[in-house]
Nanobody, 119 residues
Framework: VQLQASGGGSVQAGGSLRLSCTASGDIFRINDMGWYRQAPGKQRELVAKITRGGSTNYVDSVRGRFTISRDNGKNMQYLQMNSLKPEDTAVYYC??????????????WGQGTLVTVSS
């Protein structure tokens, strides 16, 4: 199973970006999906999470500005980021809990995509 993230880039404060992540490989079902980020000198943190049924959870610092969504038919997840702030600058990683068979579930990470927000 591979997760491929895309959509990062550079933007000015107040701007928007949309990240996408595609899961491929031997997938039986994808359960929770999420986006994490790691800023320079900081630990990786969970930004947003979405269940298969569509329930979402956000870190306080992005609630109201970021929206996570998913397309179960395409094995994809998205992160719409609005009103970006310089403190949102980080490498963003997608992740997913993937069942490769009915009895086995593993946590997978995508490669990071850099988001840079300038003031």
């Amino acid at each position: 199973v591979q997760l491929q993230a895309s959509g990062g880039g550079s933007v000015q404060a107040g701007g928007s970006l949309r990240l996408s992540c595609t899961a491929s490989g031997d997938i039986f079902r994808i359960n929770d999906m999420g986006w994490y980020r790691q800023a320079p000198g900081k630990q990786r943190e969970l930004v947003a999470k979405i269940t298969r049924g569509g329930s979402t959870n956000y870190v306080d610092s992005v609630r109201g500005r970021f929206t996570i969504s998913r397309d179960n038919g395409k094995n994809m997840q998205y992160l719409q980021m609005n009103s970006l702030k310089p403190e949102d600058t980080a490498v963003y990683y997608c992740a997913a809990d993937v069942q490769v068979s009915p009895n086995y579930e593993y946590h997978y990470w995508g490669q990071g995509t850099l988001v840079t927000v300038s003031s």
